[in-house]
């Protein structure tokens, strides 16, 4: 009997760290089952979108790749598997294949792990369609494969674990709670082992991953000597022979204790930055959120983290226009992002979500306003920025060298603690290590630096 050939699988993937993370899980657990990888959707027997949710805009792009491919893709290769995964498959489910009907596979965000179990069924001609939407007790613990050495271009120094899944939170924007679930934890051992595994595979950083990751453990790990179950977390990852940086996102400013930020001073692997959604300066509209602090206790948390480490890089998410957002509203805002000097801060013009409150809430901000307060603070934002990265002009900074820039990948790209991206010239030799680098010039949210000193450690 001949060896039968296996299908080639393309993933695509839309949104957030944790969508990269489960779409490597998902060619993991293919590639394991036998399943080629292929490098692009033009040779590929199997087209999947991993897709995202959180603004319309995002969901809207996925749909129309997928128009896309099914017109010119399939045109040409009938037999091409197409599908959906991740968090608009879980929210919209049957509906894609009512509208689309070259799709023949919905996997939701509980069900990832199932893929490779389903493009079997389909080859095998058991189903044509499936549609997979449902909840499963111990699917937070299913993505944790990560590609082998083998199949990667470069032995990745940086890796991303994912510790928990869903959210609890329930802020009257969001879609997550819906397309993720409630929130799941994994365990400390059964992470702790797959960052093992990866430090000993050369990891020397590890970002812990999760759509609320102060929140884990919080139903099933005691607190410890008033220290919560995600900081024990952190004391197990540091643990670790051969991991030199941990990072975590995101994290929710309700969680940010003070075990938290004092985890900052103990922890020496914990790099210091963090990424600490605000998403409004304006009291009225963070209680309308439903976000659980004020502008006070965002900024006294801020102050803290400053005050455990004064380097510390702070990055956030803010959202433009959510309804009722007066121009006071905004302006609070504005003044919170020059109070706190972000590093860096990542806009969301709001963007309406089918079964979140906010959807139907009155005072819905007329789409003009959301674009020129976007403006504005991009703005000021830009300014803050560009101010931070050249003050690091001059300085010496210590970076992980990650591999080849995306730019010009005759040169090589590592971040700072802070988590700011450098790129500098260099050789294969520096890959994976860490090194300290003299900053010489700053460009838009770039450093660029001369290796200083040589750690040959
Ligand atoms: N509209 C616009 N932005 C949103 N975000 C979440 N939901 C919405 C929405 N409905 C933003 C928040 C969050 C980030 C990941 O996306 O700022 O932190």
């Given amino acids: 009997m001949g060896v039968a050939i296996m299908p080639s699988v393309y993933i695509k993937t839309y949104g957030c760290q944790m969508n990269e993370r489960d779409s490597e899980a998902v060619a993991a657990q293919l590639a394991a089952k036998g399943y080629t990888l292929a490098p692009s959707e033009a040779a590929a027997d199997v087209i999947l979108l991993n ?42 489910g049957q509906q894609l294949l009512d509208q689309l009907p070259e799709v023949s596979l919905v996997v939701g965000t509980q069900k990832f792990h199932r893929t490779a179990e389903y493009l079997d069924e389909i080859f095998q001609g058991k189903r044509k369609k499936i549609v997979d939407v449902g909840t499963e007790a111990g699917s937070e613990a299913a993505i944790k494969e990560h590609l082998p050495l083998s199949q990667k271009p470069i032995a990745p120094v940086t890796a991303f674990v994912s510790i928990m899944q869903g959210c609890n939170q329930y802020c009257t924007f969001c879609i997550v709670p819906f397309t993720r679930g409630e929130e799941r934890s994994r365990t400390i051992p059964d992470i702790l082992e797959e960052c093992r595994q990866l430090a000993q595979n050369g990891a020397k950083e590890i970002t812990l991953l999760g759509q609320i990751v102060t929140s884990y453990g919080k139903r099933d790990i005691p607190l410890r000597e008033g220290r919560s179950a995600f900081v024990q977390l952190l004391e197990a990852v540091h643990e670790l022979e051969g991991l030199e940086r941990i990072r975590f996102t995101s994290p929710h400013p309700k969680g940010y204790g003070d075990d938290l930020v004092e985890a900052y001073r103990r922890l020496p692997k914990l790099c210091q ?52 957002e007066t121009e006071e509203d905004f302006c609070q805002t504005l003044s919170l992002v020059r109070e706190v000097e972000f590093d860096n801060a990542y806009i969301f013009k709001y963007s309406p979500r089918h079964d979140t409150p906010a959807a139907v809430m009155a005072g819905q901000v007329p789409q003009p306003v959301k674009e020129e307060r976007n403006a504005r603070l991009l703005t000021e934002i830009n300014a803050i920025g560009r101010a931070h990265y050249d003050q690091r002009v001059g300085q010496t900074v210590q970076i992980l060298v990650e591999g080849p820039s995306k730019k010009n990948p005759s040169r090589l790209t590592g971040r700072t603690r802070c988590n700011k991206i450098v790129v500098f010239e260099g050789s294969d030799r520096h890959h994976g290590q860490l090194l300290d680098l003299k900053i010489t010039r700053a460009g838009s949210f770039t450093l660029y630096g001369d290796p200083a000193i040589l750690n040959l450690a």
């Fill in 273 to 324: 930055s963090a990424h600490l959604p605000v998403q409004s300066g304006s009291d009225r509209i963070l209680k309308a959120m439903h976000r659980g602090y004020t502008r006070q206790r965002y900024l006294d948390i801020i102050k803290k983290l400053r005050q455990a480490q004064p380097g510390m890089g702070v990055t956030t998410d803010i959202i433009v226009g959510f309804p009722g």
């Fill in 51 to 92: 897709t995202c949710s959180v603004r319309d805009m995002a969901e809207q792009k996925a749909i129309g790749k997928m128009q896309n491919i099914a017109a010119e893709v399939r045109k040409h290769r009938p037999s091409v598997v197409l599908g959906f995964m991740g968090c608009m498959a879980q929210s919209r």
